[in-house]
Each structure stands twice: as C-alpha cells, then as structure tokens.
C-alpha cells in the first residue's frame, strides 16, 4: 500500500524503515529537495592568515594563557571529546592489493618499485604492532624471525589483515597499537587517556574523557579503557570518567538515484548512509559539557612527547578563558545598561569575530546580547605543508565577513578565484581546538541553534555498480559550528601527527626512544 504524501508516495515498509531509525517523512523529503536543489556555494573571501584572521604565534603569551587554564582546570571545568569511530581501513588500504610488492620485495634486493611498499617492508619490525603480529604469525606455525631474514612477508600480511588474524583493516584506528614505551605497546585510546592525565593532573584530581565509537566495537573500547583508567589511577591518583556514544541513526540520510529519486536495492529497499561527522554535533551537546577540548584519535603523540602538545593544550584553553571572560563582561554590562554598553559590545563584536548589525537593525543591544549569547571555540591552525585538511577563510555571511573552516568539497573548484584562493592558503585545521558550550550565565546552549544547514557536502558514490548520490550533514567544525563565536591561533606543526596511513607510525612525531 502506498501512502501520499505532499511530495513522495512512500510504501508502509519505507516509512517502517524510517521509524526503525527515527527519521521522519518530512526529514527525508526535506533531504530530497536539497538533492534537486542545493544551496549555493559559500562565498569565501579569502584565506586567514597569520595577523589576518589567525593570531600569530610570536603574540602569545604562553605563561599568562597556562595560568588562565589552570585556574579553571582547577575548578574542573575542562573535559575532551574525542571522535573515535573511524575503522582503519583507509590507513592499511595500499597493504590489501601487495602480491607485487611482495615477490619484488622477496626476490629483489634492489627493493619495490612501490614507495609505501618499500617503506613499509623495510620498517615491519619496528611498528608498535609487530610484537602482536609476530605472535600471531607464530600461532600459524610460521617462524617469524626466519621469514624476516628470508624477506618472505606474505604471512605477516595475511595475519594483519585478514579475519584469521588480528583483522587490522576492519579494527577502528583507535584500537591499533601505535607507540612502544619500551614496556609494551599503547593504542591512541590509551595514549589519549595518558595525554589528558598529564594536561590535568597538576591541576585537579579528576577529569572527563568522551569518545563517540562505532556501536560494534564500543565493548572492546569500554574493556580497554577500563584496564587504562585503573592504571593510570594506581599510578599517578588522577582520576578519569570515560564515557562512550555512537553516532544516532537519525542523522543518517537517504541515499537517491542521479536524477534525485530515492535509491532502491534491488530487493525494494531504500538506502541510508551515515551523514558525516557533522551528526557528532548531538553526541557533543549530549555530554552536557562545559569546557571541552577537541582531538581526532589519530592525532596523537607518544607519551614522551606529550609535554610539547599540552603546552599548546593551554594556549587554546587560556584563550578559550579569556575570550569567555570579555563576553561575559560584556554581556553584564548590556544587561545592566551601562553607558557606553553597545557601543563597546558592537566594537568587540566586529573587531574579535566581524559581526556588523545591518543597516535595518534597530535594535543593537538586543542584536549584541544575542551574538555574545552564543558557544566559543578557539580553533588551533597549522601552517599548511600538504597535509590533508580542511582551511581557515574569511567567508562573507549574512552577519558580516566572519571566520569559518571550509573544507574543499564545500568550494567551487571550477572558479579560478577560488583555485587561486585555495593555492594562496597558507594554513589547515588540525582539529585542536577549545571550545565553550555554555552562555555568559552559565546555562548550557542548544548546539543545533547556531548550525548553518546549508552548509552541506553533495558527494557521488556507488551501490551494486550503480550510481548513487550521498548527502552529508554540515561537518562538526564546519557548517555544524558556522554561527559560534570563532577565534584562530597558530599552533606549531608538533601538534599534528596524524595517522593516514600505516607508515605515518614511522615519523619522528611517532617515534620514542624505546624505538632507537
């Protein structure tokens, strides 16, 4: 039986499937019309740079900022968000098709004509992973030692990959041994663990951590982070509550033909996709947070080197601080009617976040209170050396000219002014930032209310060799923080070591003493 609609017939089994996931037809036909009728591209201005738009490095205080933090640190203020549900199968991509690389690695000293190849063979030994991978291999019958001395590497792969083995390319990054302490290998969810015991330690006795994961692997990070709390606890007292969440059904989004009809299998059913990390903006706002900081698994450090980031740690959180305090201050006086109240607040409005009250607005105090009554976020920016990454821009609104991280996919790389725009960036986003999810009264914010929802990303894919179309909500950092109130800082490249791929693990960023 169908059922009518305004826009769509859609069977009793759509909508049954609909309400398994809790989206309505109203969503969906919503998510249908901005397939036949995107938004325009966002108008980008130019890329902040370094005294345009991103406060230089040279200009920070560094002590004053680490006295800031600590103080609120103290007061329990801080916890982190970090987005963990990413499986690692990007990052062992090039290992799945190796056959070649691995006769040329076997039979010619010469090494693979394969760069990764050849990166990755000859530094086998020296992943964090290997001990576990040499064990398995060893469980298989196989003499690892024996097979590294002969260059026969085949059975290391096989018990990397595959489901026999430690399943590497379906296991979530945050799962896999990255770092060697030189007592026994760590994960990215340990070594965040351990990065936020030595942030905080030293300033109060507790702390939160929250990781968002995939619904089939949240047990695995409960038990492993579990063993690592009790650790770190019995060694160093710091106490720290870790929370889990996955990313809601709901956000997901319905996946259509090329010509904007609603994709169907070939038995009938309709197709959802997830929609992207911008669906994490609930997870966020769910932790009923405060102060939180903001970190991808992948991008983290062994515990020798964490000292170096933290430092960094505190800048953005001291001037996460600072730039509350000067709202709030702000804000009291607006609300008191101090003389003098608007001129001022519309002066920092312009000057710290290039909001301009139009021409028709009759009201400033009113148009003040409300920018001012909105989440912060102090967003670290690296200097652009290729690394992958979404950009600072000055992006022209309809509240001025204000600061925006845009990823590539968002611009219109048709246009030369935007190509040229793109090649005269000189900064990324490392996704290291501070952020503030409570107004100046201390009362917590709905995170859904400053999302521009059209700043979404049309991406083209395929199902059982068919074309489809996919919609993806507006990125966490992105359009899902479009309307906060948004300051830059240059961070050093130290506190980006991502891992894209298994070779990353061989960067000095990566690398210990234990490794020498």
Same mark, same amino acid.
């Given at each position: *039986?169908?059922?009518?609609?305004?826009?769509?017939?859609?069977?009793?089994?759509?909508?049954?499937?609909?309400?398994?996931?809790?989206? %309505?037809?109203?969503?969906?036909?919503?998510?249908?019309?901005?397939?036949?009728?995107?938004?325009?591209?966002?108008?980008?201005?130019?890329?902040?740079?370094?005294?345009?738009?991103?406060?230089?490095?040279?200009?920070?205080?560094?002590?004053?900022?680490?006295?800031?933090?600590?103080?609120?640190?103290?007061?329990?203020?801080?916890?982190?968000?970090?987005?963990?549900?990413?499986?690692?199968?990007?990052?062992?991509?090039?290992?799945?098709?190796?056959?070649?690389?691995?006769? @040329?690695?076997?039979?010619?000293?010469?090494?693979?004509?394969?760069?990764?190849?050849?990166?990755?063979?000859?530094?086998?030994?020296?992943?964090?992973?290997?001990?576990?991978? %040499?064990?398995?291999?060893?469980?298989?019958?196989?003499?690892? @030692?024996?097979?590294?001395?002969?260059?026969? =590497?085949?059975?290391?792969?096989?018990? *990397? =990959?595959?489901?026999?083995?430690?399943?590497?390319?379906?296991?979530?990054?945050?799962?896999?041994?990255?770092?060697?302490?030189?007592?026994?290998?760590?994960?990215? =969810?340990?070594?965040?663990?351990?990065?936020?015991?030595?942030?905080?330690?030293?300033?109060? &006795?507790? %702390?939160?951590?929250?990781?968002?994961?995939?619904?089939?692997?949240?047990?695995?990070?409960?038990?492993?982070?579990?063993?690592?709390?009790?650790?770190?606890?019995?060694?160093?007292?710091?106490?720290?509550?870790?929370?889990?969440?996955?990313?809601?059904?709901?956000?997901?989004?319905?996946?259509?033909?090329?010509?904007?009809?609603?994709?169907?299998?070939?038995?009938?059913?309709?197709?959802?996709?997830?929609?992207?990390?911008?669906?994490?903006? &609930?997870?966020?706002?769910?932790?009923? %947070?405060?102060?939180?900081?903001?970190?991808?698994?992948?991008?983290?450090?062994?515990? @020798?080197?964490?000292?170096?980031?933290?430092?960094?740690?505190?800048?953005?959180?001291?001037?996460?601080?600072?730039?509350?305090?000067?709202?709030?201050?702000?804000?009291?006086?607006?609300?008191?009617?101090?003389?003098?109240?608007?001129?001022?607040?519309?002066?920092?409005?312009?000057?710290?976040?290039?909001?301009?009250? &139009?021409?028709?607005?009759?009201?400033?105090?009113?148009?003040?209170?409300?920018?001012?009554?909105?989440?912060?976020?102090?967003?670290?920016?690296?200097?652009?050396?290729?690394?992958?990454?979404?950009?600072?821009?000055?992006?022209?609104?309809?509240?001025?000219?204000?600061?925006?991280?845009?990823?590539?996919?968002?611009?219109?790389?048709?246009?030369?002014?935007?190509?040229?725009?793109?090649?005269?960036?000189?900064?990324?986003?490392?996704?290291?930032?501070?952020?503030?999810?409570?107004?100046?009264?201390?009362?917590?914010?709905?995170?859904?209310?400053?999302?521009?929802?059209?700043?979404?990303?049309?991406?083209?894919?395929?199902?059982?060799?068919?074309?489809?179309?996919?919609?993806?909500?507006?990125?966490?950092?992105?359009?899902?923080?479009?309307?906060?109130?948004?300051?830059?800082? @240059?961070?050093?490249?130290?506190?980006?070591?991502?891992?894209?791929?298994?070779?990353?693990?061989?960067?000095?960023?990566?690398?210990?003493?234990?490794?020498?």
């Amino acid at each position: *039986m169908l059922i009518m609609r305004d826009e769509m017939n859609w069977s009793q089994k759509d909508l049954d499937a609909l309400a398994e996931r809790g989206i %309505s037809a109203d969503e969906i036909e919503r998510q249908l019309r901005i397939f036949r009728s995107p938004p325009s591209p966002i108008v980008v201005i130019r890329p902040c740079k370094s005294g345009d738009g991103i406060v230089p490095m040279d200009l920070i205080d560094q002590e004053r900022l680490s006295g800031l933090f600590n103080r609120e640190a103290g007061k329990g203020r801080f916890s982190r968000f970090v987005p963990a549900s990413g499986a690692a199968t990007r990052m062992f991509r090039d290992l799945f098709d190796s056959h070649a690389a691995l006769e @040329e690695w076997r039979l010619n000293c010469d090494y693979p004509s394969s760069p990764f190849h050849r990166q990755f063979f000859s530094g086998l030994t020296r992943f964090a992973f290997y001990p576990e991978l %040499s064990a398995v291999v060893r469980r298989q019958g196989k003499n690892p @030692e024996q097979l590294v001395k002969e260059r026969d =590497l085949e059975p290391f792969i096989d018990a *990397m =990959l595959s489901s026999r083995g430690l399943d590497y390319g379906r296991t979530p990054k945050g799962l896999i041994p990255f770092h060697n302490d030189g007592m026994s290998s760590l994960t990215p =969810l340990e070594e965040h663990l351990w990065e936020t015991c030595r942030l905080l330690s030293t300033c109060c &006795s507790e %702390s939160s951590v929250h990781f968002t994961v995939s619904p089939d692997w949240q047990k695995n990070f409960a038990d492993l982070a579990t063993n690592t709390v009790r650790s770190i606890e019995a060694k160093t007292g710091f106490r720290i509550h870790v929370s889990f969440s996955c990313q809601d059904p709901a956000t997901d989004t319905i996946a259509t033909t090329p010509d904007h009809q609603p994709f169907r299998t070939a038995s009938g059913e309709l197709v959802f996709r997830p929609a992207g990390h911008g669906a994490l903006i &609930s997870n966020l706002a769910a932790t009923g %947070s405060d102060l939180v900081l903001i970190k991808n698994i992948d991008n983290v450090v062994p515990g @020798e080197r964490q000292d170096d980031v933290n430092i960094w740690w505190r800048v953005v959180g001291g001037l996460l601080v600072e730039l509350e305090e000067t709202i709030r201050e702000h804000w009291a006086a607006l609300t008191r009617q101090a003389p003098g109240a608007v001129d001022s607040a519309c002066a920092f409005l312009k000057d710290t976040f290039g909001y301009q009250p &139009s021409k028709a607005c009759d009201n400033p105090a009113d148009w003040a209170l409300a920018r001012l009554n909105r989440p912060i976020r102090v967003c670290g920016m690296v200097r652009n050396t290729g690394e992958p990454g979404g950009g600072p821009f000055w992006v022209h609104t309809s509240e001025g000219v204000t600061r925006q991280i845009v990823e590539l996919a968002q611009l219109d790389q048709n246009d030369p002014k935007i190509r040229h725009m793109v090649a005269d960036s000189t900064h990324f986003n490392p996704v290291f930032m501070a952020c503030g999810l409570r107004n100046p009264a201390g009362e917590r914010l709905d995170l859904q209310t400053f999302i521009d929802n059209d700043a979404i990303i049309l991406t083209e894919k395929s199902i059982e060799g068919r074309p489809i179309r996919a919609l993806e909500r507006p990125g966490l950092w992105n359009g899902a923080m479009a309307y906060w109130n948004t300051l830059f800082v @240059e961070v050093p490249e130290e506190v980006f070591q991502p891992v894209k791929t298994v070779n990353d693990l061989l960067r000095p960023g990566h690398t210990t003493s234990a490794d020498l």
